[in-house]
């Protein structure tokens, strides 16, 4: 029996959920050691968590469910008191302002492909929650790290294809954006 086949109907299994678990471990480990054992490492810990999820969503079916988005963000605004960082009312306001932010973004891509959606409103929602987790402060790094990271791998998938045609998700550069904030910058 092979261990990298299905013992049932003997298709392989995909290497995706074992480099999820890796990475997930990873981020643990450094969130763990940023910033000791508190309240502020076990809520970066969880809303890493609700990340994961939707870069694996995002990277296997190219939508990041509202079954994820919407309990994640009443959940944030739930724990936004107890939060030490960013506050409830820094991390409303984080959510609102990430959340237009994304939004404008849509509206624009919209505008300019008519036919092809360039970027969608599941990737708006998920900002909704990123902004909630970091704070109104670090929007603009949040935005612009996005921008950024999504940039960088639009060109990696264009030369890897060898054309600038076809879609990719915006999720994985929402999520390694909201993750190199929670490990880098203080909470």
């Known amino acids: 029996m092979n261990p990298r086949h299905c013992p049932t109907c003997g298709a392989a299994r995909p290497t995706w959920p074992l480099a999820g678990e890796i990475g997930l471990g990873v981020v643990y480990g450094v969130l763990a050691a940023r910033h000791e054992w508190s309240l502020s490492m076990v809520l970066a810990s969880t809303y890493a968590i609700v990340l994961a999820v939707a870069l694996i969503a995002d990277l296997r079916h190219h939508l990041i469910f509202n079954a994820l988005t ?39 891509a919209r505008l300019a492909y008519r036919r092809v959606v360039a970027f969608g409103l599941g990737d708006v929602k998920p900002g909704i929650f990123i902004g909630i987790v970091v704070g109104l402060a670090r929007v603009p790094s949040a ?38 904030l929670l490990i880098t910058e203080p909470r």
């Open 70 to 108: 919407y309990p994640a963000i009443a959940g944030a605004l739930v724990l936004a008191p107890i939060d030490p960082f960013p506050g409830p009312t820094d991390a409303a306001l984080g959510g609102v302002a990430f959340g237009a932010a994304l939004l404008f973004v849509y509206v624009a």
């Open 143 to 180: 935005f612009l790290l996005t921008v950024g990271i999504g940039g960088v791998l639009a060109v990696g998938l264009a030369l890897a294809r060898r054309s600038t045609g076809g879609t990719m998700p915006y999720g994985p550069a929402l999520v390694l954006a909201a993750l190199w």
